[in-house]
């Protein structure tokens, strides 16, 4: 149960850590190592989730989040707290942005819960050769 999520700067070990979802394998997780991220914990001391933030310019930054399998646990409390920390992120740029596998309906419907509006399909995006979408949350 989450009664306060914690939260503290990632730590390269958290991807020992971390129990990734089926849909997440294929990702390269070392992109947390080279960018502003944090990791969020359950009172437990399990995490939860893993959030990087990519500084495009002054203006624009792009978001990306790993979930453990114990997330859908906490979808309600991860949501609010999410929410939170994105409006905080709406203070400092104009433009959030989120790049999702056009094929992965749940993160799709998870970012527009978050109140990101879908932009385009990029083709061809993904090093993987996968299409993705593009969301943003602009001020």
């Not at 070392?30 to 002054?58: P, R, T, Y």
Request: glycine share 6%.
């Amino acid at each position: 149960m989450i009664n306060d999520y914690h939260r503290r700067e990632f730590r390269e070990s958290d991807l020992e850590k971390i129990r990734v979802r089926e849909e997440d394998t294929e990702r390269d997780l070392e992109a947390f190592k080279h960018c502003l991220s944090f990791s969020f914990f359950d009172d437990g001391g399990q995490i939860v989730c893993i959030m990087g933030i990519v500084k495009i310019n002054d203006q624009t930054c792009e978001v990306f989040t790993v979930f453990d399998e114990c997330a859908t646990r906490y979808r309600r409390q991860i949501l609010e707290y999410t929410r939170g920390f994105l409006a905080y992120l709406n203070t400092c740029f104009v433009r959030i942005q989120a790049v999702v596998r056009s094929d992965w309906p749940r993160s799709r419907r998870w970012v527009e819960k978050l109140g990101f509006v879908y932009e385009g399909l990029l083709r061809k995006f993904g090093p993987d050769g996968k299409d993705y979408c593009m969301y943003a949350r602009v001020k």
